[in-house]
């Protein structure tokens, strides 16, 4: 191919390898996550400097929660630090801050500081970082479908009606492009519910990295390879529409 891709509108990334990274430095597990976090920041700027308009990371899933109760604590903590000291600059950066996912399962003082968050960044224009916490993929379309089903039993529409739009439209990404790539620290070549619907047609980069070594570099990498790539969207030939 002659041509590169443009950038990735948006990119989704499963920030995996915490674990075995503190375990490989011989540091307790949350150790990792904090350097983890110190990474998701880094990557935050670098999405930004190269005009990426979505990042989405999936922070903590809805399994997650069978974690040992002190890991989950130091998670949340983490956040709510992260939110402490960084609410302003996101403001001041641009970004939009958001949040897919079961957030009521969170602790209340969490979700109100998830939520400030959200309203004081919402009328930026930059970067839409969407942080997936308590997520889940299959509860997401399951939720969807039930709010379909409630609006087909009204007779609000009819089954015929419901079509691809109706379901991304009812899914928690409903105002956000499909993310074009996907990324997968550790090496580990699965999905684990994450964004199943609408990774239908994105491009995966896995790489052997543990999150906490997911440099800037590493992140240019990635979307050089995507740059790369011939996307065909299930076309014979190279296309760049975006429909299956
Ligand atoms: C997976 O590594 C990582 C998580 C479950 C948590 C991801 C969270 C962060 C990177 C922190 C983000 C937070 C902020 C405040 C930006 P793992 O623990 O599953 O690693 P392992 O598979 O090696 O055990």
Known sequence: MDTLNPIPQHVAIIMDGNGRWAKQQGLMRVKGHEIG????????????DKGIRFLTLYAFSKE???????????????LSSY????????VQNNIVFNVI????????????KLIK???????????????????????EILLACR???????????????????????????ANMPDPDLLIRTSGEYRISNFLLWQIS????????KFWPDFTREEFDKA?????????????????GGGNP
């Open 201 to 208: 047609y994105a491009e995966l980069y896995i790489t052997s």
């Open 147 to 173: 709010k379909i089903a409630t609006q087909a039993a009204q007779g609000e529409l009819k089954p015929s009606e419901i079509s691809e739009e109706t379901i991304s439209g009812n899914l928690y990404t």
């Open 101 to 112: 996912g079961e957030i009521q399962d969170l602790p209340d003082s969490l979700q109100k």
């Open 223 to 239: 979307i050089e390879d995507y740059q790369k790539r011939e996307r065909r969207f299930g076309h014979t030939c190279a296309a």
């Open 117 to 139: 968050t959200m309203e004081a960044s919402k009328n930026n224009t930059g970067l839409v970082v969407t942080f997936a916490l308590s997520y889940s993929s299959r509860r």
């Open 37 to 48: 976090a110190q990474r998701a920041e880094e990557i935050m700027k670098a999405a930004q």
């Open 64 to 78: 997650n929660w069978r974690r040992p109760k002190m890991e989950i604590e130091f998670l949340m903590g983490l």
């Open 83 to 90: 939110l402490d000291s960084r609410l302003e600059k996101i």
